[in-house]
């Protein structure tokens, strides 16, 4: 199997504090990858892991065939992974077209990169609201902006934390909508969300965490054939 970003048994620590233990996670190339579980299961952790933000103390984490667990988070944001934080933490004083034009790189060297016009056609609120700053957009419009300034890296593995957390029903509709097409065209994504139900149909693989260890992994067809794994891990 080709896996694009495979996790290797990390453990890793806050201080004295040990969060993860012995997470084992892969992402094949060209697949969606949910990560499920309550407040607290170790979801962020295991991204701020990926992203050398607090690095793994064990284990190993390989992407694209390299060890990055020992590299800096500006050197694996430049081998292509780009993270959708949540809160989205949008520049406040730049406006919606200088936000991404802040970002624009082509990591992946595709072919036809992501530029405005295609993030224009992707969320046309944005082309509207393109000379708007930062700070006088909605929650929904801030989130398409997270979204749009990580897809202007042109990024091999996109990454969202709760993107839909704290959006109006419609809003959330968009950004589902938004990774089907992102899907379709190819991207791959690990997306932690706990809307179950909307991620069975986007992703092809879930794994759900519980305590700082992965409890349970399968794909869409299983997990929809367990509601009770859901209510005993996730909770809805
Ligand atoms: P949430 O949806 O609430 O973010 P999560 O699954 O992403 O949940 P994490 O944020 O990874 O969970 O938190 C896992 C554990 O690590 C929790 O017990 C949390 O209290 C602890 N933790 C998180 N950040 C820190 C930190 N900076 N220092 C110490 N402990 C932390």
Same mark, same amino acid.
């Given at each position: 199997?080709?896996?694009?970003?495979?996790?290797?048994?990390?453990?890793?620590?806050?201080?004295?504090?040990?969060?993860?233990?012995?997470?084992?996670?892969?992402?094949?190339?060209?697949?969606?990858?949910?990560?499920?579980?309550?407040?607290?299961?170790?979801?962020?952790?295991?991204?701020?892991?990926?992203?050398?933000?607090?690095?793994?103390?064990?284990?190993?984490?390989?992407?694209?065939?390299?060890?990055?667990?020992?590299?800096?988070?500006?050197?694996?944001?430049?081998?292509?992974?780009?993270?959708?934080?949540?809160?989205?933490?949008?520049?406040?004083?730049?406006?919606?077209?200088?936000?991404?034009?802040?970002?624009?790189?082509?990591?992946?060297?595709?072919?036809?990169?992501?530029?405005?016009?295609?993030?224009?056609?992707?969320?046309?609120?944005?082309?509207?609201?393109?000379?708007?700053?930062?700070?006088?957009?909605?929650?929904?419009?801030?989130?398409?902006?997270?979204?749009?300034?990580?897809?202007?890296?042109?990024?091999?593995? &996109?990454?969202? *934390?709760?993107?839909? @957390?704290? $959006?109006? #029903? !419609?809003?959330?509709?968009?950004?589902?909508?938004?990774?089907? +097409?992102?899907?379709?065209?190819?991207?791959?994504? &690990?997306?932690? *969300?706990?809307?179950? @139900?909307? $991620?069975? #149909? !986007?992703?092809?693989?879930?794994?759900?965490?519980?305590?700082? +260890?992965?409890?349970?992994?399968?794909?869409?067809?299983?997990?929809?054939?367990?509601?009770?794994?859901?209510?005993?891990?996730?909770?809805?």
């Amino acid at each position: 199997m080709n896996y694009l970003l495979e996790i290797d048994n990390i453990s890793t620590a806050y201080g004295h504090s040990q969060v993860l233990f012995g997470v084992n996670l892969q992402i094949p190339q060209g697949e969606v990858v949910s990560l499920l579980g309550r407040n607290g299961a170790g979801k962020t952790t295991t991204l701020r892991s990926i992203f050398g933000l607090t690095p793994a103390y064990q284990g190993h984490i390989s992407f694209m065939g390299q060890h990055i667990e020992k590299l800096t988070t500006d050197r694996i944001a430049r081998l292509g992974i780009a993270l959708v934080p949540e809160g989205r933490q949008i520049f406040p004083n730049l406006t919606v077209k200088e936000n991404m034009l802040a970002f624009a790189t082509n990591r992946n060297n595709s072919k036809t990169p992501w530029g405005l016009e295609q993030i224009y056609q992707l969320f046309p609120r944005l082309a509207e609201r393109a000379s708007n700053m930062g700070n006088q957009l909605s929650g929904g419009e801030q989130q398409m902006l997270a979204i749009s300034r990580a897809l202007m890296t042109n990024p091999h593995l &996109l990454i969202l *934390d709760e993107a839909t @957390e704290g $959006l109006s #029903p !419609l809003v959330r509709e968009e950004i589902w909508s938004c990774l089907r +097409k992102l899907r379709e065209q190819g991207q791959t994504i &690990l997306v932690i *969300d706990k809307y179950v @139900e909307k $991620l069975i #149909p !986007l992703a092809n693989h879930h794994a759900i965490m519980e305590r700082g +260890k992965i409890v349970w992994q399968g794909n869409s067809e299983q997990l929809a054939a367990t509601p009770e794994t859901w209510q005993k891990y996730v909770g809805v």
